[in-house]
């Protein structure tokens, strides 16, 4: 037998033990007494068929990037950058956690010594802590860039996020003390003149780098309106009157104009276009379709420069016709 003839017949081998192991799903032991051998000589036969490429292996990652995709939507948007990525599932608590582990890997490069970074409260950016490594950078400044929301579990959950973000970093936690949204207009006008909110305030707007969410109008869709102390009433009529979404406690359409009401009268936040205009980049984290009229009129409504979002978005995104 020629030795060309005899490597053959052990492909052929190998790809039988290799079918009946990975697409058969018989365990080694079971192999072996079909094929008459012993289980160690299953075990090697089935190394050797990974060895020589008669069985390719490939582990479909969630969070993995589309570099295609990236592309095309930040040229479309006018983004300094995308990051789609591929999630295989379109349960929320699947795709907030690829998006969150792929915009962790991403923030590493914009967080360096000697910077300010804002943060706003919400669930990808709390799930992003998960897959953040922590870093040793001189001079940060984390800053909370809106008050606290909800009941007192809430409240300390948004403080948490921005003792942990600085903790991660090495840096120093500047918190907002103060609701994010106010009983009456009076009641966050008595916040706004102490000195202490100003300053923290001031310092939001200036950060180098801001990082939020973008909220839906539904609960399921928004910790704001899941957790706030709303009417329902207010939320209803901003809806009737447009309102897709919100960042940062500020509403908009799906133009990303922003909707005036009774809202801001009591909102203690600071302002994310004021930031965005300084030329500080403000990177945003969502996903999911059930956000994709909010995320579109953030796009729209130029709130961002970087966005970390999935593919089923990204690709809906795409799909929508251009503005004439």
């Given at each position: 037998m020629?030795?060309?003839?005899?490597?053959?017949?052990?492909?052929?081998?190998l790809a039988k033990i290799a079918e009946?192991?990975?697409?058969?799903?018989?365990?080694?032991?079971?192999?072996?007494?079909?094929?008459?051998?012993?289980?160690?000589?299953?075990y090697r036969l089935l190394k050797r068929a990974r060895e020589l490429g008669v069985v390719e292996i490939r582990i479909r990652r969630s969070g993995e990037v589309d570099t295609e995709l990236s592309h095309s939507l930040a040229k479309r948007f006018g983004l300094h950058n995308a990051l789609v990525v591929r999630t295989y599932s379109d349960v929320s608590e699947g795709v907030i956690k690829a998006v969150a582990q792929a915009a962790a890997s991403f923030l590493k490069d914009y967080f360096v010594?000697?910077?300010?970074?804002?943060?706003?409260?919400?669930?990808t950016l709390h799930e992003v802590l998960e897959y953040l490594p922590r870093l040793d950078l001189k001079g940060i400044r984390v800053v909370q860039m809106m008050g606290g929301y909800g009941g007192r579990r809430w409240k300390t959950v948004a403080i948490e996020l921005v003792k942990e973000f600085a903790s991660?970093?090495?840096?120093?936690?500047?918190?907002?003390?103060?609701?994010?949204?106010?009983?009456?207009?009076?009641?966050?006008?008595?916040?706004?003149?102490?000195?202490?909110?100003q300053e923290v305030?001031?310092?939001a707007e200036e950060v180098d780098v801001a990082l939020v969410g973008i909220g839906g109008m539904r609960r399921e869709t928004s910790l704001l309106i899941e957790t706030g102390n709303f009417e329902e009433e207010e939320i209803e009529a901003l809806v009737r009157r447009g309102a897709v979404g919100a960042i940062c406690g500020t509403f908009f359409d799906k133009d990303g104009e922003v909707i005036r009401g009774g809202l801001d009268q009591k909102r203690i936040a600071v302002d994310v276009k004021r930031i965005r205009s300084r030329g500080s980049r403000v990177i945003a984290?969502?996903?999911?379709?059930e956000k994709k009229e909010a995320i579109?009129?953030?796009?729209?409504?130029?709130?961002?420069?970087?966005?970390?979002?999935?593919?089923?978005?990204?690709?809906?995104?795409?799909?929508v016709p251009r503005r004439g």
């Open positions: 020629s030795p060309r003839v005899a490597k053959e017949e052990d492909f052929e081998r009946l192991y990975y697409l058969e799903d018989l365990n080694q032991k079971k192999i072996a007494e079909l094929l008459g051998i012993s289980s160690q000589k299953v010594p000697y910077t300010s970074v804002g943060i706003a409260y919400g669930r991660r970093l090495g840096g120093e936690p500047i918190y907002l003390f103060a609701p994010a949204f106010a009983k009456n207009s009076e009641t966050r006008n008595a916040f706004l003149s102490e000195e202490e909110v305030l001031r310092m984290m969502a996903g999911g379709m579109l009129g953030a796009l729209r409504g130029k709130w961002l420069t970087d966005l970390v979002t999935d593919a089923q978005v990204g690709k809906w995104l795409l799909s």
